[in-house]
């Protein structure tokens, strides 16, 4: 099974911008779905974006405009650039796949603490 892996959390200051990474271990494309979600303090994992191996992309209301998510195909990588970000934007922050037959699981997540 391919597995992924996230990276790039940081701490920024509002408006400030970041870019996510969520590696895989094989190619990407044995997804045909890739998610970006976070979960906030005394908050549950929410669906950020995520993106479809026929090119469609979703985005949670509150993040729309400000974040994107891609697909890099020859670092077998989805991204997720993120841009004027707010303090409520703060969490960790995880990527998870889907294949045919299983998705993966949860990882340690990435940190991204928006903050003065």
């Known amino acids: 099974q391919v597995t992924l892996v996230e990276s790039g959390g940081a701490l920024v200051h509002p408006g400030g911008s970041l870019r996510l990474s969520c590696v895989a271990s094989?190619?990407?494309?044995?997804?045909?779905?890739v998610a970006w979600f976070r979960q906030a303090p005394a908050k549950g994992r929410e669906l950020v974006a995520d993106?479809?191996?026929?090119?469609?992309?979703n985005y949670l209301d509150s993040v729309k405009g400000r974040f994107t998510i891609s697909r890099d195909s020859a670092k077998n990588t989805v991204i997720l650039e993120m841009s004027s970000l707010k303090p409520e934007d703060t969490g960790v922050y995880y990527c998870?796949?889907?294949?045919?037959?299983?998705?993966?699981?949860w990882g340690q997540g990435t940190q991204v603490t928006v903050s003065s």
């Open positions: 993106i479809e191996n026929i090119g469609v992309k």
């Open positions: 998870r796949g889907w294949s045919t037959d299983y998705n993966t699981g």
């Open positions: 094989g190619s990407i494309w044995a997804f045909w779905k």
